[in-house]
């Protein structure tokens, strides 16, 4: 837990003698497994992260709503009623989007000083976006005496992140970041929003975190590329199946009996995508009979499609992948995330742990410019707020 006395300091020092009446907690979220199948109606089971980041929020008289961010030491300022439209500094946007968003909803937002602080990576693919929209949102609506129920409001930050940071983002961020529960994975079908918590409690396992330090941003470049590709690969597909709405209806065998009608790389983003489909499922269903070994080749299997088929890895996630399945004890590992850069993920026996930290040092941090940064996770709950 975040020290909340240094936080309070730090907020006097920001925003002078007004005292802060809450604490948010928001966690980032690693995604087990099922990645780039959200925005093809396909299942996602990601787990609320340990990490988080914290929002100190008190109410003001000014007419202003002022955030300041510890990690960047800059601030902003815009009025209650009217957020304004999306420019300098990129963070700010996630800030004037939640408020605009929450403006739309008839929701009278009050004055307002944020202090908002991290330990989620960001750009390192645990979401720490998502943290900071549900983070920002949640402190709005306490000073403002409102609510908005867990679903609705993941729907608004993700529209937020769609309008004010240009994202195109799937919903699977936003739902863990307000569902998360301890020791749980949370089993989302993005096409009809549809959920079940599922326990994550495999014996004597570790999941450890391993941040490249590339960063990544899936708002721009190749993140819209591959979802062109897939609707590309998907509209070859109705031509032979018209029933077919999304890939997440398409079987493997239909895929490969339309290889010919479809571009090579068209058909490889689509193989990705079903087949992480059908590995998402069954990895739920392997937590039930919490079987590490075969969750981990699942995982595995995972970062090779999405490395090869998928082509959104990178140098840095490969060898922090090859490196962990090569430590004895480890059962799998991929990336996790929107990829080019930002974390892999290991799934190890305790005992393990150390022992792909050393691997780590020595095999990664002398091949590359950045040592990677490595720590242990847990299933957490998802936001919550604290009264101070």
């Not at 729907?155 to 940071?165: M, P, T, V």
Request: hydrophobic share 45%; with cysteine; proline share 5%.
């Amino acid at each position: 837990m975040v020290n909340t006395g240094e936080l309070t300091a730090t907020f006097h020092q920001v925003f002078g003698q007004v005292s802060p009446r809450l604490l948010v907690r928001a966690p980032g979220r690693v995604n087990l497994i099922g990645e780039h199948v959200d925005y093809n109606d396909g299942f996602v089971l990601p787990i609320a992260m340990s990490q988080a980041l914290y929002v100190l929020a008190a109410p003001a008289d000014d007419g202003l709503i002022g955030a300041h961010t510890t990690a960047l030491g800059q601030s902003i300022f815009f009025t209650a009623d009217r957020p304004g439209v999306p420019g300098e500094p990129a963070w700010g946007n996630y800030v004037r989007g939640v408020a605009e968003m929450l403006r739309r909803r008839g929701i009278n937002l009050r004055p307002a000083r944020l202090l908002i602080h991290s330990d989620v990576p960001v750009g390192g693919g645990v979401s720490s976006s998502a943290a900071l929209e549900v983070g920002v949102a949640l402190a709005l609506l306490k000073l403002a005496d409102a609510a908005v129920e867990p679903v609705p409001l993941a729907l608004l930050a993700r529209q937020a992140e769609h309008e004010y940071a240009r994202s195109p983002c799937g919903i699977m961020d936003q739902f863990i970041c307000v569902l998360g529960r301890r020791d749980h994975a949370l089993l989302l079908d993005c096409r009809s929003q549809e959920y079940r918590h599922l326990p994550f409690d495999f014996d004597d396992c570790v999941l450890v975190v391993m941040n490249t330090q590339v960063r990544h941003s899936i708002g721009g470049g190749e993140y819209p590329v591959r979802q062109g590709q897939c609707r590309e690969g998907l509209s070859a597909l109705q031509a032979v199946h018209p029933g077919i709405k999304a890939l997440r209806d398409v079987t493997m065998d239909q895929l490969e009996a339309a290889r010919d009608r479809m571009e090579p790389v068209a058909f490889r983003r689509c193989r990705h995508v079903v087949s992480e489909i059908e590995r998402t499922i069954q990895a739920a269903d392997v937590l039930a009979g919490r079987d590490a070994e075969v969750f981990g080749q699942l995982m595995t299997a995972s970062h090779a499609s999405l490395r090869d088929d998928y082509e959104v890895s990178c140098p840095e996630l490969d060898a922090l992948v090859d490196i962990a399945v090569s430590t004895t004890g480890c059962y799998g590992a991929r990336m996790t995330g929107g990829g080019f850069g930002g974390c892999a993920i290991a799934l190890v026996r305790t005992s393990a742990e150390a022992a792909l930290r050393e691997a780590i040092r020595q095999d990664y941090d002398t091949r590359f410019e950045r040592p990677a940064i490595v720590y242990a996770t847990a299933a957490s709950d998802g936001a919550a707020v604290q009264p101070l």
